[in-house]
């Protein structure tokens, strides 16, 4: 058995100390670096597709609910938390996906994990795409089902751990957009293995809602799946509606339940008015101009074909997200700081947040950019290319 040490309590926590020189021998150390408000570089790292984050409506609606609602909800949604801008967001959200009801949570993290725990349990099997996001993961781990997370982009690994489950309910979990490199999820092709073995569907379609599908009703609604009995949609508030906040999409009897039992709903201080009111308007926004998801997959198909034509490993988007292969890890982040240096912010993804160990510029289209904007990118986006990034 080992001896129980005897620490003095300043020595407590020395070993975050020793996991902080592993990280930095591997190169994994994460900065913070402070967004300035007045931005002169071009922003290809955010998820404000629609450009709506600083629409002057959409703010003028957040200032406007914060003078009549106050600067927090004050409570949690079961007890003074939910206003009337609340249920008005979860009845436009439903409309506007054609499914019967909608619930927002303070997070797209907190609905995952609501979502997912209140779905299954230890009566239950979950079978999901091994590259789902984080938060869908943590809810995997939090619901005390059997969990088998499959090969990615293979319907029949999904199809074979259904059928070889030992648990009577199953919930398949999938991303439709897959946030590091972009690709799709075959939504359809999910929904009819998951109706053949008795499954729902639950697929978080954060980087598809406002981008994909008719007007930006997101890639579930595309699949024909928003009003499916056995389809549940999660996504966040924070990407193209610009704003804050997450929420879940789908049957009636879905939504009760998760009002009833999912933690992360019940027992967090309810989404901001402010943000709400933001979701709100950025939502009204988008349905009154339709062309806006176009212009985002447009920029975004328009980024990655003149980066592969200069020879770069990009990838081929189908919504807003492309990512460029870099050679290593420090590579990639000496790219990333390069790129910074000359006014355009990207993304820089590298293990562990990439399942495949391959690093990546990861980078966001957005329906605002113009076209010299798009140039002037890709121009810097080559023009400091290490060694080793060309296919
Ligand atoms: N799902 C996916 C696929 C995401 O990319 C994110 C945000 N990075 C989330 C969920 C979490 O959403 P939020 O940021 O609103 O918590």
């Known amino acids: 058995m080992n001896a129980i040490p005897q620490l ?5 926590f020395d070993w ?7 990280r930095a021998d591997a190169g994994l150390v994460r900065r913070l670096r402070a967004r300035p408000a007045q931005a002169d570089e071009l922003d290809l790292a955010g998820n404000d597709y629609l450009g709506l984050a600083r629409d002057k409506r959409v703010v003028g609606a957040a200032a406007a609910a914060a003078m009549r609602w106050g600067a927090g ?14 249920a008005e967001l979860e009845l436009e959200l439903a409309r506007f996906c054609g499914a019967q009801a909608a619930l927002v949570f303070s997070s797209g993290f907190a609905a995952n994990l609501g979502a ?9 099997a979950i079978v999901t795409d091994k590259y789902i996001h984080a938060s869908l993961i943590e809810g995997c781990r939090l619901s005390r089902a059997d969990v088998a997370a499959v090969a990615h982009a293979t319907p029949s690994a999904i199809q074979h751990a259904l059928s ?3 648990k009577p309910r199953a919930l398949v979990v999938t991303d439709s957009v897959f946030s590091v490199d972009g690709d799709l999820a075959p939504l359809g092709e999910l929904a009819e293995i998951c109706r053949g073995a008795g499954a729902a569907l639950l697929v978080d379609d954060a980087h598809g809602f406002g981008v994909l599908g008719e007007g930006g009703r997101g890639a579930v609604h595309a699949a024909g799946l928003s009003a499916s009995p056995d389809v549940v949609t999660t996504v966040t508030l924070s990407k ?51 062309s806006l998801p176009t212009k985002v997959t447009d920029n975004a198909g328009n980024i990655a074909m003149q980066l592969k034509a200069a020879g770069l490993r990009a990838s081929l988007p189908d919504a807003a997200v492309i990512s460029v292969q870099a050679p290593s890890a420090e590579a990639a982040v000496t790219w990333a700081e390069s790129c910074a240096d000359q006014g355009i ?7 562990p947040s990439v399942p495949d160990g391959i690093s990546r510029l990861r980078l966001t289209a957005r329906a605002d950019l113009t076209e010299a904007d798009v140039d002037r990118a890709v121009k810097v986006i080559t023009a400091t290319a290490p060694r080793g990034a060309a296919a």
């Open 8 to 12: 003095p309590p300043e020595n407590v």
């Open 16 to 22: 975050l100390d020793t996991e902080a020189e592993k």
């Open 73 to 86: 909800a004050t409570g949690s949604r079961l007890v003074t938390g939910s206003t009337e801008l609340h």
């Open 116 to 124: 997912v725990t209140a779905l299954s349990g230890a009566e239950s």
């Open 164 to 166: 070889t489950r030992r």
């Open 240 to 290: 193209s509606l610009g704003a804050q906040g997450g929420a879940v999409i789908g049957p009636r009897r879905v939504i009760k339940h998760l009002v009833d039992t999912a933690r992360s709903f019940i027992f967090d201080t309810a989404l901001a008015p402010a943000s709400v009111a933001a979701a709100l308007t950025a939502l009204n926004v988008l349905k009154a101009d339709p």
């Open 345 to 351: 912010r990207v993304g820089c993804f590298r293990p």
